[in-house]
T-cell receptor, first 117, second 113 residues
């Protein structure tokens, strides 16, 4: 079974600085997708960024980028120029690209990010 | 375009009482998911629907939980009877297909006293 581990329960960053959130995962599959979701206090999960395992190039979305290390099964999120609105819970998630569990997201426990003004 | 709608947003009940949660997915989304999110944890899938068919309900505790998706649109998740350990947030999500992006609703926070 696949697992996702986020080893940082809480992180803090100064406004305008850069922060990196860590995520590792375990799988025997070769084809899969990885995601970072943001969950503000309103509880609505919002997709931040996604990465296809077959792509070597790291995904980037504006101030958000990932460092995908397939061999190490590591998938970290870098937030540049942090803003107060980035404060939230961040979840790393895995999704198989094959088999009956296709489409089912497996989440880590999350990292609570605080942004200091 | 409206997002995923869930109601109620909050529900407080006594243990052993029944409770139901309702989800209206984004129009045209044939895949619907119910997730359970315990405090301090990530969401865990309870059940996935493809149209009106429950294609993955392996994590649904069937002794007390039930779900339905009549006509392949709205869905209802029911707990009967509720236990103290059921206190959590219940999230609904929908997508155009199981490999497409999932859009989440705001969830229902259940408190069982």
């Amino acid at each position: 079974a696949q697992t996702v581990t986020q080893s940082q329960p809480e992180m803090s960053v100064q406004e305008a600085e850069t922060v990196t959130l860590s995520c590792t995962y375990d799988t025997s599959e070769s084809d899969y997708y990885l995601f970072w979701y943001k969950q503000p206090p309103s509880r609505q999960m919002i997709l931040v960024i996604r990465q296809e395992a077959y792509k070597q190039q790291n995904a980037t979305e504006n101030r958000f980028s990932v460092n995908f290390q397939k061999a190490a099964k590591s998938f970290s999120l870098k937030i540049s120029d942090s803003q107060l609105g980035d404060a939230a819970m961040y979840f790393c998630a895995y999704r198989s690209a094959s088999g009956g569990s296709q489409g089912n997201l497996i989440f880590g426990k999350g990292t609570k990010l605080s942004v200091k003004p | 375009e409206a997002g995923v709608v869930q109601s109620p947003r909050y529900k407080i009940i006594e243990k052993k009482q029944p409770v139901a949660f309702w989800c209206n997915p984004i129009s045209g989304h044939n895949t619907l998911y119910w997730y359970l999110q315990n405090l301090g944890q990530g969401p865990e899938l309870l059940i996935r629907y493809e149209n009106e068919e429950a294609v993955d309900d392996s994590q649904l505790p069937k002794d007390r939980f039930s779900a339905e998706r009549l006509k392949g649109v709205d869905s209802t998740l029911k707990i009967q009877p509720a236990e103290l350990g059921d206190s959590a947030v219940y999230l609904c999500a929908s997508s155009l297909g199981r490999l497409r992006e999932q859009f989440f609703g705001p969830g229902t926070r259940l408190t069982v006293l």
